[in-house]
């Protein structure tokens, strides 16, 4: 769907012998697999295609579902092949084939009865969506799309642009209940709910009137942005659509927002919808700057090159434990900085990179930096 | 080789009970993944969807005492075991020809320490070049192996085939890096090398498994001499009208004993057929960037120094901002579609000689090549890449674009074309390889070249692998199972 079968074939033939971003691949440094570098995905696929492998065989659902496919091995790749997109691909052949992976198979049913994807055991809705309703506005030209990890992953980051938006007198909406976007779905290859759960999104966009949508995580972002078109999810014409830190920044410049600046030491986590997929690298560190002495103290990895914390790819529904390896790395490059704050933007990002601290570095979203000093 | 499942069976226990159920694999998917490395040969027989040599087990250690036990147990069941790093050779040396263990070292891969003091760093074998460089780097050190692979390579893998990098010309070879070496050997025994590189200690154990293409056992763990991160780099690039003085001028620097960390020939052909295409630059006839790296104050001097030397030789100064360029983009001619694959027969049929005899060696392979394979429409271009204080490597390559359809003509034509090539080599002062290794791609080729000092690798071999279980039918040893 997002790839040509002429791309999709360029695809597989560029990275099925071609060893030059293992490197960039965070599960293929986790697992140390060759079949889960881009190498080893891309020739089995190549193997699929000419029925050399079976594609019932469990092992090949078990490789395409081992990917965070956080877009890092392109940035890296001279050819720009889209491997990532790849493996979206190939997961939507198992889907449809019904051999994606039990996990997968019941999200779109949770989905759908919970209005998130995490799993039972969070309270998924929730609470903080109740209570920030209770500031909104009928009709407002803002509308804060909070996402799934900020409604009960992380809720913090909703409680804290809520009072943000209070602080300023900013009238605001909010979708309620809110649907998910359908973001995991489309990681995870389950392309009809995806499409579903965007499609039932933009229409509750469009009939809320409002002129601008913020969204609170970056994968919403990303998809509201990049995937809604592709999945026949129309959006009202001239909607604006901003992640956070993009608002933040347009206000603290337009609106000539002022802070006492904090002299914490700090560094800054890109979470991958922003550092590849929508380019947002300056707007976080311009809103940072407007508020701490020092710039940040660069991650190793950063903006177009930044790895993925683990939240990327549904990983987290299928192999938790490579997920949280790939947040402790992550957590440890943020800590040989030499930062106090570890400062991202986006909730599910803060969520995980807040369980893998064990110390070093406290773990916030830039919204709440932002709330703390207003 | 297991000849039945009930065996398999029984040897997948002992395996999993050595590094865990998670790090043994026997499914499909895996086996196929490790089937080939870079080599043309077992790449093409995948895309011609001929039945690969699969390894039977793909099997994870993470320590030198489990791949003890791996290679005790292979030993009682005549079992072949092949050393995997990266996978990135292009000689076949990790392709499972007799099926077997698949040993791949990539848990291995923990930096044990870094002495900054003496510039070492000791790691595991399985680590990434790329992490290792990164890592290296936030403390201000350096290994200075860039090979075009390095992201895809192990350090083992740097070793076990006498690597090279891009800066090879100031910093060494990988061989000339490695300061000590933990060895699994073939039986399981577990030995180090002396701690330091050079004494009067009689031979060299270390220097004996480099080199050695896992045929002598595993290196497990190496201490490697590192340098600081120069303080200034510069690159610089020159036109030459022709190859001959290219070359000249290269023989020139580096025998007035210059230090430049890269100085890299493209003969005319290669200059047209990548430098354009990959650089964005138009230029004819022979282009050379130089490197210079140290202090301000050397780099300024030996800049001048080398500057003069192509100046002299009528060499055209094309400025700082193209060798910039290339270093900056130096790995991107080996990507696809970069780099040159199939369905396109191509071959790295690399060699080094002495100044003397490098023109004469370049021109005979030219010739073996483009004439001996005229029906075949081939074609052939080299740079000159590693330079030596005595002589320099050739990196060349041979191209058809139409090779046969059928899989089994079109491995005997490349076999046929390599080793014409590479006796063309050999008949001038050259080797069969400078630093892709030889697998066996070139490993039928090794009695040959050494003549009769190969009875001196060979008893070795024998020695310490009698069942001959280490990679066989690689580096010219073949399978006693």
Avoid at chain 1, 326 to 343: I, K, M, P, Y
Avoid at chain 2, 116 to 135: C, H, P, Y
Wanted: charged share 25%.
């Amino acid at each position: 769907m997002f790839l040509t079968d002429e791309e999709r074939k360029l695809t597989i033939q560029g990275c099925r012998f071609c060893p030059m971003c293992f490197h960039a691949d965070t599960v293929a440094g986790i697992t140390c697999r060759e079949t889960c570098s881009p190498r080893g995905r891309a020739l089995g696929l190549f193997a699929l295609e000419h029925g050399v492998l079976k594609w019932d065989d469990p092992a090949v659902a078990d490789v395409l579902y081992k990917s965070f496919t956080d877009g890092l091995p392109q940035e890296w790749c001279a050819g720009h092949y889209d491997h990532d997109e790849l493996i979206i691909d190939a997961r939507h052949r198992l889907v449809e084939k019904g051999l994606a992976p039990e996990e997968v198979k019941r999200v779109a049913s949770r989905i759908l009865e919970t209005g998130s994807p995490y799993s039972d055991t969070v309270k998924a809705d929730g609470d903080v969506l109740k209570e920030s309703i209770t500031s909104t506005t009928s009709g407002a030209d803002l509308l804060v799309f909070s996402g799934c990890a900020a409604r009960s992953l992380y809720p913090s980051s909703l409680r804290s642009f809520v009072k943000i938006l209070k602080a300023k007198g900013i009238p605001f909406q909010l979708l309620n209940p809110e649907p998910c976007c359908g973001m995991p779905l489309y990681q995870l290859g389950d392309f009809t709910h995806a499409a579903q759960q965007a499609k039932d999104v933009s229409q509750r966009i469009a009939a809320s009137g409002a002129r601008e949508v913020v969204c609170l995580d970056a994968d919403c972002f990303r998809m509201l942005t990049t995937r809604f078109a592709r999945f026949g999810a129309q959006l009202p014409d001239g909607l604006r659509i901003s992640h956070v830190c993009e608002w933040l920044s347009r206000m603290i410049v337009e609106e000539k927002w002022t802070f006492e600046k904090r002299s914490e030491r700090i560094t800054y986590h890109d979470p991958c919808s922003l550092a590849r997929f929508t380019r947002v690298h300056e707007p976080p560190r311009a809103v940072l700057a407007s508020l701490f002495a020092q710039k940040p103290l660069e991650m190793f990895g950063n903006c177009g090159k930044a790895f993925c914390c683990g939240e990327g790819g549904g990983m987290f529904l299928t192999n938790p434990e490579i997920v949280r390896e790939a947040a402790r790395r992550r957590f440890e490059q943020a800590r040989n900085t030499g930062a106090e704050l570890l400062v991202t933007s986006s909730p599910a990002c803060a969520a995980l990179l807040s369980e893998a601290r064990t110390d070093g570095p406290v773990v916030r979203d830039l919204v709440e930096i932002v709330e703390e000093s207003i | 080789m297991a000849s039945n499942d009930f065996l398999m069976d029984l040897i997948r226990t002992e395996l999993m009970d050595i590094v865990g159920s998670e790090d043994v694999s026997v499914s499909e998917i895996d086996r196929y993944a490790y089937s080939t490395d870079v080599c043309w040969i077992p790449r093409m027989w995948l895309d011609r969807l001929q039945r690969p040599c699969l390894p039977d087990f793909v099997v994870h250690p993470e320590s030198a005492e489990e791949v003890s036990k791996i290679l005790k147990a292979a030993n009682r069941f005549r079992l072949p075991v092949i050393p995997y790093g990266g996978g990135t050779g292009t000689q076949g040396g990790t392709v499972p020809l007799f099926g077997g263990i698949m040993l791949d070292l990539k848990k291995m891969n923990k930096i044990i320490r870094i002495d900054e003091k003496s510039l070492t760093v000791a790691a595991q074998t399985g680590i990434n070049g790329q992490v290792l460089e990164w890592e290296l780097n936030r403390h201000g050190l350096t290994l200075a192996h860039y090979p075009a692979s390095e992201y895809g390579t192990t350090l083992g893998g740097y070793i076990a085939a006498r690597g090279s990098g891009t800066l090879s010309t100031k910093y060494g070879k990988a061989e000339d890096m490695v300061m000590s070496l933990e060895v699994v050997l073939p039986q399981g025994d577990i030995i180090r090398s002396l701690p330091i590189p050079n004494h009067s200690c009689g031979p060299d154990v270390r220097q004996h498994f480099v080199g050695s293409e896992g045929t002598m056992g595993v290196i497990t763990e190496v201490t490697m001499r590192l340098d600081p991160i120069p303080e200034e780099r510069r690159f610089r690039s020159y036109l030459f009208g022709d190859l001959a003085t290219g070359l000249e001028a290269g023989r020139r620097i580096m025998t007035q004993r210059y230090r430049p960390c890269t100085i890299r020939l493209y003969d005319p052909p290669s200059t047209q057929k990548f430098i354009k295409r990959v650089l964005g630059i138009e230029v004819e006839g022979s282009f050379m960037v130089t490197g210079v790296d140290g202090s301000k104050a050397l780099v300024d001097l030996e800049e001048a120094g080398i500057r003069e030397i192509c100046e002299l030789l009528g060499g055209r100064d094309l400025g700082s901002q193209a060798g910039e360029t290339w270093w900056k983009q130096r790995y991107d001619f080996y990507y696809p579609p970069f780099v040159p694959d199939l369905p396109e027969l191509i071959g790295t049929i690399e060699s080094t000689t002495t100044y003397d005899k490098i023109l004469p060696l370049y021109e005979a392979k030219k010739k073996a090549i483009e004439d001996g394979y005229k029906e075949w429409g081939a074609t052939y271009t080299g740079h000159f890449s590693h330079w030596f204080p005595w002589g320099v490597m050739v990196y060349d390559r041979f191209y058809i674009k139409r090779p046969p359809q059928d899989a089994h003509e079109a491995m005997q034509l490349h076999n046929m074309i390599w080793a014409d090539a590479a006796r063309a080599s050999l008949a001038n002062g050259g080797v069969l390889n400078d630093h892709h290794g030889i697998g066996f791609k070139l490993g039928w080729l090794m009695p040959e070249q050494y003549g009769s000092a190969w009875q001196i690798l060979a008893g070795i071999k024998k020695m310490l692998d009698p069942n001959g279980i280490m990679n066989p039918g690689k580096l010219g040893f073949s399978f006693q199972g």
